[in-house]
């Protein structure tokens, strides 16, 4: 039996980092601060892709590709944006390897060094705006919707598995517009989809936002987020959705001819989410046990393990079992059966529950007499014996229900930590000893919330969008009049 | 009206570069020798890419993720890969940026130096026998049999879009086996994916064989290959399938405990299509009207176009369309309305020809009286009167009729293009007049392989599997005894 995962009232980043490693998600690589995603783990992921996928595309966008590669003078273009991600990048200088003297090592090829550096896209508003310039003439060439998926790198010092590492998967959005009311509907729309798949596939409640100033996207004029709350009590920002004014038009150059015959500038947008998800998900719902998956997005649904010890009586459990597994796919459910005879039944229940598999079919001997099997959830671990016929479509209700009851478990969890301060010293105490998020007022200057972050490590999630949070009061460290609480929280 | 293509007969590499661009495939980026994979080319590379995903799948394989950084030191530990990978290759040496002196500009940071380069991926199979190490212990973890989906950089001095461009995505399978046997039998299962893909998907026929060990991928002891012909008369390597023996099991220490209980080292496979294929497709079957696609993989099937002048006439037929929108809709079909009244009818047939719609349905007032549309085909060029009622029906059969005769039409070009000689001054012959592949006798050597190559350009494209050329004749140049013929072609 596999030792015990940590658990999670001892050592929450210790739980996350075992469990992401023994459930199969991912694993750190031999390269500083970028990981190896896993099977299991990119299952997952395709499952998050697909969707998305879908949800883009009815919504207008097609998909494109753009370099990997983004010469050093792009970044410095855009004034803001230079300063916010061209910094900690990493930067390719050369373009080929040579043998050294010895003979018996590889090394840089000093002669055949690059005339311009080429950064490793750390996003890639500056060559996708160099590429929308040759693109865009006129009104009837707007708007241009499109969508990529791509790997991006950003060279951070400390990572953790998904949640922060120098490469990551993501994809990211790039609108032009020919208004700023259809640029801001659009960075709006958006936002409005990361949360509808955050509710109805990842059931992850998140509350949207705007972010103040300071935590905007380096160049854009309003920047949209959605936020989701750990069960450590620490808020993970889950994605984000830029309206970017006419700031990269103007950078590269990007005019249209209007509608009235004017040469104008457009607007633009930027939207992304990320392998980062792959983290909220597993920090929304897991539990001491293992993962917990939400059934949408599992990529075994239900799992059937078989029980026998002679040789009629596996011939017998076999033969139910195959007859189960291909009534719960012709259902549309998707189902393993495990018969794999290296492995214990008991191994394999502590595996599957450890891969967070939502439902688990288990069949012996007297199952098959009976005409039963014993049904087991994942996420309450209740059990019950329950009859082969209509067995398909129990397991598809069911797995509606746990789908709909992790939502639940979550909100009224994001619920319960959502308090309000009215004053400093109750803000802090809030944050040490209950954590959550914290609706407190706010100056709305950068200086108080620098102030507040150095002295608590709590950061102003966003402005909310999703609950109303004007009312006339006093800024908790300065005393200032405030219109309307913001969601502090301390992040990952 | 938009100025005609170049014609293929004219100046084909012309031909193909521009209908490459103008048909909304790719085009080239800012940033020498990359492209940008245009919103249209992409959605024939994501139904490629599915179509492909789901055959991987079905034989049993997993997707995951690896790094796309790579240290410099794991290109020396396989002496016969670093000589084919290391070489040519985007290093990163630096991982900051800073602003220059005058404040102005970006600059490379001198002081953040890595310790040691990392190259970006030519090609994965260091980094995933690095991993695989960890992966692998005993039988009980073979086989591993997984797939990534990846970008890949190359330092080519000479590119072109798709066939050869510094950065392009591809999938590479890595798999890793118990016994040689196993690991042969996987490569050959690829390589006959990949000829399937090819015939039933991209309308493709292809020649499967084994590469020479000159030509083989640096560390493989067998390369399967599929080669195609395109309408120029040269060859383009269209996907390979490697079997790599123990070598990258020796070069990472990557052994198994096997069931008698000893220490081996694993067995191993890779196997990779690149967007190269998108190259392929349309030089296989397109013409001087611009491309041709097949249906199977053709983003849009169909298009309706409609015809009207007065607002009366517009309104009737912009029902019917809509209605023969549904119905084709209804059938699987995918089919787009294309009522944009920016443009006019003329324009958009031009447009869907360039863009190698297989059919196009136009639909004008006399149409509706009559209940009657246009029905016109991309590959033939023909057009017929055909009555709305049953037109599902037609439409869909018609897409697999044109399935199979661009396969058909592309296999009796490729077959009216292998020729045997017997002499090399046939051979050179047949290489500069009338092209294709050129079936000779070849007495084995490296030696005679590069004088035939450095004489006229053409290589040995493989040792087909799909034919019988066993026979007894004599190599051409050195008059030396050759027990089978060898397939010759100039090539991509």
């Not at 001892?10 to 500083?32: I, M, P, T």
């Not at 003979?103 to 060559?127: F, Q």
């Not at 959830?377 to 509606?400: A, H, M, N, Y």
């Amino acid at each position: 039996m596999a030792k015990k995962l940590p658990k999670r009232s001892e050592d929450y980043s210790k739980w996350y980092n075992e469990l992401v490693v023994r459930a199969g998600l991912a694993e750190n690589s031999g390269v500083r601060g970028m990981m190896v995603i896993k099977p299991y783990g990119y299952a997952i992921w395709e499952n998050m892709q697909a969707q998305l996928d879908r949800m883009f595309k009815e919504t207008g966008h097609q998909n494109a590709y753009f370099p990997l590669l983004i010469p050093q003078s792009y970044f410095a273009k855009e004034a803001k944006h230079v300063e916010g991600f061209a910094k900690e990048a990493a930067v390719v200088t050369h373009y080929r390897l040579r043998t050294t003297a010895d003979g018996k090592g590889i090394e840089v090829d000093p002669t055949a060094k690059l005339e311009e550096p080429l950064v490793i896209r750390p996003t890639s508003e500056t060559i996708i705006w160099d590429t929308y310039r040759r693109w865009i003439q006129s009104y009837r060439d707007l708007p241009v919707l499109v969508n990529q998926w791509a790997n991006v790198m950003r060279w951070e010092m400390r990572t953790r598995l998904f949640l922060r590492t120098a490469e990551f998967l993501w994809q990211e959005g790039h609108t032009a517009h020919e208004t700023r009311e259809e640029a801001i509907e659009e960075a709006e729309r958006m936002i409005d989809v990361y949360a509808r798949f955050a509710r109805d596939w990842m059931a992850m409640p998140v509350i949207r936002g705007v972010k103040t100033p300071t935590e905007r996207f380096a160049g854009a004029e309003e920047t949209y987020t959605i936020e989701a709350l750990m069960q450590d009590g620490k808020a993970l920002q889950s994605g984000t959705s830029h309206f970017l004014g006419q700031n990269f038009a103007k950078a590269f150059d990007v005019k249209y001819l209007s509608r009235e015959g004017k040469l104008e500038y457009v607007w633009a947008t930027s939207w992304g989410v990320s392998t980062r998800l792959m983290g909220a998900l597993v920090m929304t719902h897991s539990d001491d046990n293992g993962l917990v998956l939400p059934p949408r997005l599992a990529p075994i649904q239900t799992v059937i393990v078989p029980i026998y010890k002679t040789v009629e009586q596996r011939q017998a459990v076999d033969a139910k079992a195959r007859e189960i597994e291909t009534l719960l796919r012709n259902r549309g459910i998707r189902v393993k059966y495990d018969n794999d005879d290296k492995y214990k039944p008991g191994w394999k229940f502590n595996e599957y529950e450890l891969r967070g598999v939502p439902l688990r079919i288990a069949i012996g001997p007297r199952d098959v007499e009976n005409g039963t099997v014993e049904l087991a959830r994942r996420d309450t671990l209740s059990k019950e014996i329950v009859p082969v016929s209509g067995l398909d479509e129990r397991v598809e209700k069911l797995l509606e229900s746990i789908q709909h009851d992790l939502f639940q478990r979550a909100k009224d969890y994001r619920d319960a930590h959502i308090t309000r301060a009215d004053s400093f010293d109750e803000f802090q105490d809030i944050l040490e000893t209950k954590g959550g998020f914290v609706l407190a007022h706010w100056d709305g200057t950068a200086e108080t919330e620098a102030r507040i972050k150095e002295l608590t490590k709590a950061t102003i999630r966003c402005i909310p969008l999703d609950m109303d949070t004007c009312e006339e009061g006093r800024d908790m460290l300065t005393g200032k009049a405030s219109g309307r609480r913001v969601l502090f929280a301390k992040a990952y």
